[in-house]
Every structure is written in C-alpha cells, then in structure tokens.
C-alpha cells in the first residue's frame, strides 16, 4: 500500500499538450477562378496574371487573433507559401494586404483600410489597395478579390490621375 500511494501522485501528473498553443504554420495562398486575379504584381509574360512578391504579408486570424504570416516561397507565381505562428483552430480568415488593425468577429473582419490616395507603379497597382480575402478549413488559402481595378494608358506624359466617385 505503501508503494502504491508513493506512486499514485507521480502518475496523475500526465501532461496535456494545450491545443490551443501559438507554433509555426505555413498556409499554401492560392488565387480564384482562371489565374486572372489577385494581387501582388502583373506578370511580366502575361498581363493577365497576377502574382506573389516577395514582400508580401498577409493577415491570418486563428479564431480572433491577427497574425502576420509573410512570403516564404512562390515569389513571381500565382501561388506562395506563408509563414508565421498562430494557433491551432478549426477555420481561418485571412486578408492582404497585412492589416495590423484588423479584427475579427464571428464571421466580420472590421477596421480593414485602404488608403486614400493609391501609388501606382508602372504596368502594376498599389499593392496596399488591393484588398482580398480569404476562408478555409485547412492551411490551403483560397484568395478573393474585394475590390475593381481600373486600368488607365494614358497616351501622353503623366504624373497623377484622379478618379472620383459619385
């Protein structure tokens, strides 16, 4: 009996790993439809194709935490690999671009913004304006657009365009 009760509170001393616990986690982000959307930059090759830079960041929520996830692969293709930590969850929304304000409740992203005047670059756009996003299951980002795009060739020398909305 002696041995027994020596012994009883070393074993109920189990560990329980916490499922709920930050670690690294990489998301495959991929475009919709045909490849003709998304974001980053416009292919070289195809003007029609969109792709990852580099640089690029995207905000994942695990539950209703914000999370940095950055490029870690597929720079100058339709479909990266992200990397950064968060925790463990049954459904992920994610946004691009990287929106540290951002939060989400239940199904609503809030404080999400895009600036009010755009930067464009020569035969590409403001990457901080061209909001999408994203829901999934599983670590596979499905990215939609949630914003138009207007394409303007100016056929003489010009430094600012303005467009109103009425």
Same mark, same amino acid.
């Given at each position: 009996?002696?041995?027994?009760?020596?012994?009883?509170?070393?074993?109920?001393?189990?560990?329980?790993?916490?499922?709920? @616990?930050? =670690?690294?986690?990489?998301?495959?982000?991929? /475009?919709?439809?045909?490849? /003709?959307?998304?974001?980053?930059?416009?292919?070289?090759?195809?003007?029609?194709?969109?792709?990852?830079?580099? #640089?690029? =960041?995207?905000?994942?929520?695990?539950? *209703?935490?914000?999370? $940095?996830? *950055?490029?870690?692969?597929?720079?100058?293709? *339709?479909?990266?690999?992200?990397?950064?930590?968060?925790? $463990?969850?049954?459904?992920? *929304? @994610?946004?691009?671009?990287? $929106?540290?304000?951002?939060?989400?409740?239940?199904?609503?992203?809030?404080?999400?913004?895009?600036?009010?005047? /755009?930067?464009?670059? #020569?035969?590409?756009?403001? =990457?901080?304006?061209?909001?999408?996003?994203? $829901?999934?299951?599983?670590?596979?980002?499905?990215?939609?657009?949630?914003?138009?795009?207007?394409?303007? =060739?100016?056929?003489?020398?010009?430094?600012?365009? #303005?467009?109103?909305?009425?």
């Amino acid at each position: 009996i002696v041995s027994f009760a020596s012994c009883s509170s070393e074993d109920n001393n189990t560990t329980i790993e916490n499922e709920s @616990a930050v =670690k690294v986690m990489t998301f495959t982000a991929t /475009q919709e439809g045909d490849e /003709q959307s998304t974001r980053a930059a416009i292919s070289t090759s195809d003007s029609k194709v969109i792709n990852w830079e580099s #640089d690029d =960041k995207i905000s994942i929520f695990d539950g *209703t935490n914000n999370k $940095q996830f *950055t490029l870690t692969d597929g720079a100058g293709s *339709t479909s990266g690999k992200f990397s950064g930590e968060a925790g $463990q969850s049954t459904s992920y *929304t @994610a946004v691009y671009p990287y $929106q540290p304000n951002a939060s989400l409740s239940g199904d609503d992203v809030t404080n999400v913004t895009l600036p009010a005047t /755009q930067n464009a670059t #020569d035969n590409s756009f403001d =990457k901080n304006a061209a909001l999408m996003m994203a $829901q999934s299951n599983s670590n596979t980002l499905n990215f939609k657009n949630v914003v138009g795009y207007v394409k303007v =060739k100016p056929t003489f020398n010009c430094t600012r365009i #303005d467009l109103k909305a009425f």
